[in-house]
């Protein structure tokens, strides 16, 4: 992602729904101490978390602000030379409004790049814990896996390169990627999943402590199945899209 970003010393990026900021020490890292990062998330408890992370890696180039991806970003910020966004577009109700506001926040010439789930068919780790999640919730209707807000939101063939288009970008281009996650075993990636603002916390929150406990360690009986003699290997597939504001 940061590739396609074409980070330079010196750039100014801002990390859309930065989380808990791993992105965003590669990113200030990659634009060095010239460089200047904004990183935002609707979260200020993640964000704390994410500022506090950086600070302790000693990083000065990254400034913090709770906002909202489809808000228009504050007018008094100078043009970015690249929006970055990993994992959260497709998080959010209302994408287009997202794109639209990163592409204004770009100057000309300037790159939009995304990274979101791709086919659901080939994240079942994803659906294993959502499958587990809304049954220990009693969520029993069907729904799509396309749910606008949900995690496979952008994953429906062709959704996220006309969404660029739409929103003005040019050189759109969305390309599958094989992301499998290597852990030591299934435990790890579910605490990863706990760490991370997952949407499946939201679909347990309304559960008690019990009842969601108990929710989190039958997703890590199903997510066993995929250990093997050398660890956990988790099959995760994501979709990197990219978009140009025309110079
Ligand atoms: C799966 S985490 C990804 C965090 C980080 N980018 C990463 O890759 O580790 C999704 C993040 O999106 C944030 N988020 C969800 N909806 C958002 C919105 N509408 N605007 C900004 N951030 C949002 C959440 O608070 C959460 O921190």
């Known amino acids: 992602m940061l590739a396609e970003a074409r980070l330079r010393p010196g750039a100014r990026v801002l990390d859309l729904a930065a989380g808990a900021g791993d992105q965003t020490h590669d990113i200030a890292l990659a634009v060095g101490p010239t460089g200047d990062v904004l990183a935002t998330d609707i979260s200020p408890k993640i964000l704390d978390f994410a500022r506090a992370r950086i600070e302790a890696a000693g990083l000065n180039n990254v400034r913090f602000a709770v906002a909202d991806a489809e808000q228009p970003v504050d007018a008094d910020e100078p043009p970015f030379d690249a929006v970055?966004?990993?994992?959260?577009?497709?998080?959010?109700?209302?994408?287009?409004?997202?794109?639209?506001?990163?592409?204004?926040?770009?100057?000309?010439?300037?790159?939009?790049?995304?990274?979101?789930?791709?086919?659901?068919?080939?994240?079942?780790?994803?659906?294993?814990?959502?499958?587990?999640?809304?049954?220990?919730?009693?969520?029993?209707?069907?729904?799509?896996?396309?749910?606008?807000?949900?995690?496979?939101?952008?994953?429906?063939?062709?959704?996220?390169?006309?969404?660029?288009?739409?929103a003005g970008f040019v050189d759109v281009a969305v390309e599958p990627i094989a992301a499998p996650f290597d852990l030591p075993d299934a435990a790890a990636y579910v605490d990863f999943v706990r760490s991370s603002g997952s949407p499946i916390m939201e679909v347990l929150a309304p559960l008690d402590a019990e009842g969601r406990e108990a929710a989190w360690r039958e997703m890590e009986e199903g997510l066993r199945q995929s250990e093997g003699e050398e660890g956990w290997r988790g099959t995760n597939e994501l979709l990197l899209g990219v978009g140009v504001r025309e110079g």
């Not at 990993?86 to 995304?114: D, I, S, T």
């Not at 979101?116 to 029993?140: E, S, W, Y």
């Open 84 to 166: 970055t966004c990993r994992l959260g577009l497709m998080l959010c109700p209302h994408p287009a409004a997202a794109m639209a506001a990163a592409f204004k926040a770009l100057r000309p010439g300037g790159r939009f790049v995304a990274l979101v789930f791709g086919d659901p068919a080939n994240n079942p780790c994803i659906t294993t814990m959502m499958q587990v999640a809304r049954k220990h919730r009693g969520l029993t209707e069907k729904v799509s896996p396309y749910v606008g807000g949900g995690l496979f939101s952008l994953a429906a063939p062709g959704r996220f390169a006309s969404l660029l288009t739409a």
